[in-house]
């Protein structure tokens, strides 16, 4: 079984820079997961797809995140502008139906940096 | 008072030693209970997970849950340089996961 891949690996911005990730998750899993972790910090979620549809985004940054999931398959997370203190590591995960944690799987994540 | 308290450590033993990682938390509502690790550059991979008092056997490692003091374990027998990595705690409650800041874990050979 294919994991939850994330596209790029790695990305430099400088602040006030816009910058997008991409995540494809496990074949048939239904529920999506941005987290944003910090250096020395445990994830913190953004936003909960099921499907296409949002499920919890209260701890998205509105105003200058966005994050979507046309299809309800892959998705992307967009920051524009960025800061500084948006330099972590962006990790997508995805679960069959919910946060079941027998099929709750992460990816390798996205590190950014925004100097 | 935060949901979940872990020392970061970092957690530094020789090879073969038993390692002890804990958790504490404060919301009764936690249905499950999780150890992630978490290798360098890599996303978090579960490890194990109980929802109920007492303790869970896979191979080396034993989780340990205390619900009367909301207290969680992870115990690492023999350990191996292999294991250096950062061990996360994680609860589900409802529809949200919540995690420690993790453990930085180093095996010396």
């Known amino acids: 079984e294919a994991g939850v891949a994330q596209s790029p690996r790695y990305k430099i911005i400088e602040k006030r820079q816009s910058v997008a990730f991409w995540c494809n998750p496990i074949s048939g899993h239904a529920t999506l997961y941005w987290y944003q972790q910090i250096l020395g910090q445990g994830p913190k979620l953004l936003i909960q797809?099921?499907?296409?549809?949002?499920?919890?985004d209260s701890q998205l940054p509105k105003d200058r995140f966005s994050a979507e999931r046309l299809k309800g398959v892959d998705s992307t997370l967009k920051i524009q502008p960025a800061k500084l203190e948006d330099s972590a590591v962006y990790l997508c995960?995805?679960?069959?139906?919910?946060?079941?944690?027998?099929?709750?799987?992460f990816g390798s994540g996205t590190r950014l940096t925004v100097v | 008072q935060k949901e979940v308290e872990q020392d970061p450590g970092p957690l530094s033993v020789p090879e073969g030693a038993i390692v002890s990682l804990n958790c504490t938390y404060s919301?009764?509502?936690?249905?499950?209970f999780m150890w992630y690790r978490q290798y360098s550059r890599k996303g978090p991979e579960l490890l194990m997970y109980t929802y109920s008092s007492g303790n869970k056997e896979d191979g080396r490692f034993t989780a340990q849950v205390d619900k009367s003091s909301k207290y969680i374990s992870l115990f690492i027998r023999d350990s191996q340089p292999s294991d250096s990595a950062t061990y996360l705690c994680?609860?589900?409650?409802?529809?949200?996961?919540?995690f420690g800041t993790g453990t930085s874990l180093t095996v010396i050979p």
């Open positions: 919301n009764s509502a936690f249905q499950y």
């Open positions: 994680a609860f589900l409650s409802g529809n949200q996961f919540y």
């Open positions: 797809f099921q499907n296409n549809g949002v499920v919890d």
């Open positions: 995960a995805s679960s069959l139906a919910g946060p079941s944690p027998m099929s709750y799987t």
